[in-house]
């Protein structure tokens, strides 16, 4: 079996999770759903003991405020959902938004210096989930960085309220 079959081919979010989004918001997730597709790790390590096989389908919402993981083969068969814990998160969720909502407005009115400064703190934020997210699916999926990124940022779509 090809490493390229350890992969996300399609991904999905439950739009009844999502209360609210605005064009920037929108503009995040799909880019992020547009990176993911085009290049990423993963390996369901459970299904792929049993002998599942990818490309896999993933559907993503928030359930009793964990994060649901619903992860199918490329056919749609249910293969297994992961429940990961979101209280570690709350933190760089609440930091991400805020980073970015000044992220937003300083693109709109901020010098490109200062522009740049926020973009390299929201970065750093958002490096700092991934490996969280990285520690959290330690032993349940093989992914990559790249990839434990646009998952948070995927995470953090579903965790706007307007």
Known sequence: MAADNHRIAHISLDE???IWRNADVEQERRVAI?????????????????????????QLSVVDGRLSMEIANDAGEPLETLLIGLARFRRPIREYFAICDSYYQAIRKATPAEIET????????????????????????????????RLFTLICVLHIKG
Do not use: Q
């Open 16 to 18: 009844a999770t999502i």
């Open 34 to 58: 547009f990176d993911l597709i085009e290049e990423n790790t993963f390996k369901p390590v459970r299904s792929v003991e049993r002998g599942a096989t990818g490309p896999y389908r993933l």
């Open 118 to 149: 926020i973009d390299m703190a929201r970065r750093g934020i958002h490096n700092h989930a991934a490996e969280l997210l990285l520690e959290r699916l330690e032993g349940k999926v093989e992914t990559d960085f790249p990839t434990a990124r």
